[in-house]
Every structure is written in structure tokens, then in C-alpha cells.
């Protein structure tokens, strides 16, 4: 089996990418009215530094999420009917002309896709870890006188009109992309705690890059895209995504506006292949323990795999075929990743 991964230096405003050419998208766009993201906001329209020089920062929200409504226009047209968009979003916390105010980044997203005819489904809730002494904003210990601290971010999940129909062909990879039981029951939980953020500092021409760690679109992928499907993430960045999709074998397609960027994903691509095999490798062996657990317990599962040497819980997952990257080829734009069974 093989994948192809391809970074295109552009805008996602205007993606290069046919309509209806992808299965999955998994991002994590500039966030709205946090301040890191304010000169790229402002570059792209002027008008959303304009209004938070003047203190207006109900119309610098709108300024900068219009930005984005056309970002979200071109995923809905390049996602086959029934695909499934996750965006990793958190809302923003600031003081704008001596006003302290929360601005719903995730609402105003959800309102976007709405527009643009995306069924909302139900999102997950990524509470991430945090070392801050004091779990308030604000001051004292008088009524009315600190806020709540935000700790979490949403990973909004949309689907492009009905559920996707899938051909013969695509059956087949669907039941070789199955997932376990156990990691179902994670994994479709609407909390996920543990998983901490990535470091931002001395990112390629950006001061902090965003990026999000592996662990979400390593379980996005696998959630909602079979092998061989197509994973887009419009805001590249350093490349996560995409790295995501060849560990688990699916292609990709990254949008990045920085050039600077493409050596970064260049390495996130290839350091894939061995992420790709130990995470592959550990799932194994989280299964077979599981197992062995259930086993121990008086609870032989019902059914075993017809590709591998373990027992699986359901009827679904008898089909599963783990697959492990062997090689990544290629120097940019596009580069083709080959695999082998996992064993």
C-alpha cells in the first residue's frame, strides 16, 4: 500500500484542491482575538487591526472570522458528501478598550458551517493540562471580582449533509481501518484529558505556531477516514496533520502560507515512519493486555481477528489490518510513503 502526501504553499482561502476530492479535514486554525494571531489577522484584512486599535472588539472578532468564513467555504467544497471536518478551536479571554469579555471562537464556527449547509455533530471537549497556580482570572476573593479559567478547548466535528456512502472497494478499507473496542470507548468520550499541548516557542517564521499535539489527529484520523483516504488540513503548520495521516495510513494534503514552513513538514513527514511503527506496535500491545485482562477475568472475547494472532471484542473488528510505514520518498511538494503488515 502506498500513500501520497502534498504540501501546497497558498492560501486556504482559495485551496488548489478539487471539490469533492477529500474524506477527512483535521486543523486547528488561528485562534480569533488571541493575541499571537493578531498581525496575521491584520495582514490578511486590514481592517481587524483597525478595529482592535480603536477598542472595538466585537467588530475585530467579526474582522477575523470572516477571514476564516472563506477557509471554511473551501472545505465544504472540497469534501466528498458524508465527509467528516474536526477543527480544533479555543475560545479567547481579553480586554479590549478596558472591557474583559469572552469571544465564543467556537460558537462563531459553528454558526459559519451552519451557514454553509454542515451538519454539527456532537463535539469533544480537550481539557488540557496546566500548571497555573491560581484557577481564576481576575482578582480577590469578592463576589463578582475573578472569572472563570478556561482550561479547555473544543474539537468541533461537522459532516458535509448526510452519512457517506461507501462502494465495494470502500467497504472493504473501512473494515481494515477498524479500531478497537477499548479505544472506541476513549476516543468517542466528549472529554479527553492528558494530552498536553505542544511547545510553541522558536517555531519557523512565526513567533509560536499553534501546533496541537500528535495524539489529536492521530486518534481524528482513525475516527473518522479509512486507509488510503484523503486527510486535508488547511493550516499546515508544522505539519501534524499530515504526519498523523502517514502514521496511519491515509494521504494527505497540507495548505501553508509560510514557504519557511516546508523544511519543518519535510521532517515531520519522515520522522512519521518511525512514530508510525512504535504507535502502531503499542496499540498491539494495549490490546493484547487488554485482552489478556478479560481473559483473566472470565471474559473471553467472542470473536478473533482473521489477519492477526488476537481476539477481539465485536464482529466489526474482525477485519482489522494494521498497517506500518516503511518508507517515506520524495523532497517537497509531494512526497509517497510505502507500508508493510504489522504482524
Same mark, same amino acid.
Given at each position: 500500500?502506498?500513500?501520497?502526501?502534498?504540501?501546497?504553499?497558498?492560501?486556504?482561502?482559495?485551496?488548489?484542491?478539487?471539490?469533492?476530492?477529500?474524506?477527512?479535514?483535521?486543523?486547528?486554525?488561528?485562534?480569533?482575538?488571541?493575541?499571537?494571531?493578531?498581525?496575521?489577522?491584520?495582514?490578511?484584512?486590514?481592517?481587524?487591526?483597525?478595529?482592535?486599535?480603536?477598542?472595538?472588539?466585537?467588530?475585530?472578532?467579526?474582522?477575523?472570522?470572516?477571514?476564516?468564513?472563506?477557509?471554511?467555504?473551501?472545505?465544504?467544497?472540497?469534501?466528498?458528501?458524508?465527509?467528516?471536518?474536526?477543527?480544533?478551536?479555543?475560545?479567547?479571554?481579553?480586554?479590549?478598550?478596558?472591557?474583559?469579555?469572552?469571544?465564543?471562537?467556537?460558537?462563531?464556527?459553528?454558526?459559519?458551517?451552519?451557514?454553509?449547509?454542515?451538519?454539527?455533530?456532537?463535539?469533544?471537549?480537550?481539557?488540557?493540562?496546566?500548571?497555573?497556580?491560581?484557577?481564576?482570572?481576575?482578582?480577590?476573593?469578592?463576589?463578582?471580582?475573578?472569572?472563570?479559567?478556561?482550561?479547555?478547548?473544543?474539537?468541533?466535528?461537522?459532516?458535509?449533509?448526510?452519512?457517506?456512502?461507501?462502494?465495494?472497494?470502500?467497504?472493504?478499507?473501512?473494515?481494515?481501518?477498524?479500531?478497537?473496542?477499548?479505544?472506541?470507548?476513549?476516543?468517542?468520550?466528549?472529554?479527553?484529558?492528558?494530552?498536553?499541548?505542544?511547545?510553541?516557542?522558536? /517555531? !519557523? @517564521?512565526? &513567533? #509560536?505556531?499553534? *501546533? %496541537?499535539?500528535?495524539?489529536?489527529?492521530?486518534? $481524528? +484520523?482513525?475516527?473518522? =477516514?479509512?486507509?488510503?483516504?484523503?486527510?486535508?488540513?488547511?493550516?499546515?503548520?508544522?505539519?501534524?496533520?499530515?504526519?498523523?495521516?502517514?502514521?496511519?495510513?491515509?494521504? /494527505? !494534503? @497540507?495548505? &501553508? #502560507?509560510?514557504? *519557511? %514552513?516546508?523544511?519543518?513538514?519535510?521532517?515531520? $513527514? +519522515?520522522?512519521?515512519? =518511525?512514530?508510525?511503527?512504535?504507535?502502531?506496535?503499542?496499540?498491539?500491545?494495549?490490546?493484547?493486555?487488554?485482552?489478556?485482562?478479560?481473559?483473566?477475568?472470565?471474559?473471553?472475547?467472542?470473536?478473533?481477528?482473521?489477519?492477526? *494472532? %488476537?481476539?477481539?471484542?465485536?464482529?466489526?473488528?474482525?477485519?482489522?489490518?494494521?498497517?506500518?510505514?516503511?518508507?517515506?520518498?520524495?523532497?517537497?511538494?509531494?512526497?509517497?510513503?510505502?507500508?508493510?503488515?504489522?504482524?
Amino acid at each position: 500500500m502506498r500513500t501520497t502526501h502534498h504540501l501546497v504553499i497558498g492560501d486556504s482561502r482559495r485551496a488548489p484542491v478539487a471539490s469533492g476530492s477529500v474524506h477527512l479535514v483535521v486543523t486547528s486554525p488561528p485562534y480569533p482575538m488571541i493575541e499571537m494571531w493578531d498581525d496575521a489577522f491584520t495582514a490578511l484584512d486590514p481592517a481587524a487591526g483597525e478595529h482592535l486599535a480603536a477598542g472595538r472588539g466585537p467588530e475585530a472578532f467579526e474582522a477575523m472570522h470572516a477571514v476564516l468564513d472563506k477557509a471554511w467555504a473551501e472545505v465544504a467544497r472540497v469534501l466528498i458528501p458524508g465527509g467528516i471536518c474536526c477543527i480544533n478551536i479555543g475560545d479567547a479571554t481579553r480586554s479590549i478598550g478596558g472591557e474583559f469579555a469572552l469571544y465564543s471562537n467556537h460558537a462563531r464556527i459553528l454558526t459559519a458551517a451552519q451557514r454553509l449547509g454542515m451538519t454539527v455533530l456532537p463535539d469533544i471537549l480537550w481539557r488540557k493540562p496546566t500548571n497555573a497556580p491560581n484557577k481564576f482570572m481576575g482578582s480577590g476573593m469578592l463576589p463578582g471580582g475573578a472569572y472563570v479559567t478556561y482550561e479547555h478547548e473544543y474539537i468541533l466535528v461537522l459532516r458535509k449533509g448526510g452519512k457517506r456512502v461507501y462502494t465495494a472497494a470502500e467497504k472493504v478499507r473501512r473494515a481494515e481501518s477498524a479500531y478497537f473496542w477499548e479505544e472506541r470507548n476513549a476516543w468517542f468520550s466528549d472529554l479527553w484529558q492528558g494530552l498536553a499541548g505542544t511547545g510553541q516557542a522558536g /517555531s !519557523v @517564521g512565526r &513567533e #509560536r505556531s499553534g *501546533a %496541537f499535539p500528535f495524539e489529536v489527529p492521530w486518534r $481524528l +484520523v482513525q475516527m473518522y =477516514a479509512s486507509q488510503g483516504d484523503t486527510v486535508l488540513d488547511p493550516f499546515a503548520g508544522t505539519g501534524t496533520t499530515m504526519a498523523a495521516a502517514l502514521a496511519t495510513g491515509r494521504s /494527505s !494534503v @497540507g495548505i &501553508e #502560507r509560510l514557504p *519557511a %514552513f516546508e523544511p519543518v513538514i519535510a521532517e515531520s $513527514l +519522515v520522522r512519521a515512519v =518511525a512514530i508510525g511503527r512504535e504507535r502502531t506496535l503499542r496499540r498491539v500491545r494495549d490490546h493484547e493486555a487488554f485482552v489478556a485482562t478479560r481473559v483473566a477475568a472470565g471474559k473471553v472475547p467472542a470473536y478473533t481477528a482473521s489477519n492477526h *494472532a %488476537f481476539s477481539v471484542m465485536t464482529r466489526q473488528e474482525r477485519e482489522v489490518q494494521l498497517r506500518v510505514p516503511a518508507k517515506v520518498t520524495g523532497a517537497g511538494p509531494t512526497w509517497t510513503a510505502e507500508y508493510e503488515v504489522c504482524l
